[in-house]
């Protein structure tokens, strides 16, 4: 996929590469690809389908004049709107970010817990046995700075698989990263952009993604 006449964006991470430019997202939708589920009820309009540009991680084959990106496109902010756009058809011009995705960090979004500590971890003892015993896995749940281990998950899709378990089951509340929080912070061990793929889709607010570009 070619890119012409885009502009070059400024982010708070020197290191990251964003360009901002406009494209029919609804004639590309085949190569564009959520990493996260939507919610149900939607809450996007059409009001807002353009307030800001959807996020689109790509991988950069060529930069210059042009830019010339692999044809898989990810998307970093934005999931309701491209479902809204979608769903209804819409065949327009929408302003997109591309950004380098093997240059962005990505994070668990943070949530925050809604029961008893004790209770909390009587719970995931009982489902799958986690604990403090050392472990070398990158699958944790971190609770007030202490990581929690389990041999009973073995990869990173289960594990967000049962954190939405536990957010279904309202014993932890999602909360965003840079937002301060009262209570107990509940964090999983982050997912990368390696685990993205075509074919599969995280929970919601699994990921929590800098640099984010809510001012433009």
Do not use: C
């Amino acid at each position: 996929m070619i890119v012409k006449n885009f502009k070059i964006i400024k982010t708070t991470n020197p290191k990251v590469l964003a360009y901002l430019n406009s494209i029919n997202i609804f004639n590309l939708k085949d190569i564009i690809y959520p990493h996260e589920e939507t919610m149900e009820n939607n809450p996007v309009t059409a009001s807002i389908t353009n307030a800001f540009p959807i996020v689109l991680g790509v991988f950069f084959e060529k930069k210059g004049e042009e830019l010339a990106i692999k044809d898989e496109l990810y998307i970093l902010d934005g999931h309701h709107r491209f479902k809204y756009i979608v769903d209804n058809s819409i065949s327009e011009i929408f302003n997109v970010i591309l950004v380098d995705i093997e240059s962005v960090n990505v994070d668990s979004y943070n949530t925050e817990l809604l029961v008893e500590k004790e209770i909390f971890l009587n719970e995931i003892f009982e489902d799958y046995e986690f604990s403090t015993k050392g472990s070398t896995s990158r699958i944790y749940i971190e609770i007030d700075g202490v990581n929690y281990y389990s041999n009973n998950i073995s990869n990173i899709k289960k594990l967000y698989s049962y954190k939405k378990d536990l957010m279904n089951k309202q014993m932890i509340s999602p909360i965003p990263n840079n937002h301060k929080n009262s209570n107990t912070t509940v964090r999983f061990s982050s997912l990368s952009f390696k685990d993205f793929s075509k074919n599969y889709v995280f929970p919601h607010k699994s990921t929590w993604i800098t640099p984010r570009f809510d001012a433009l």
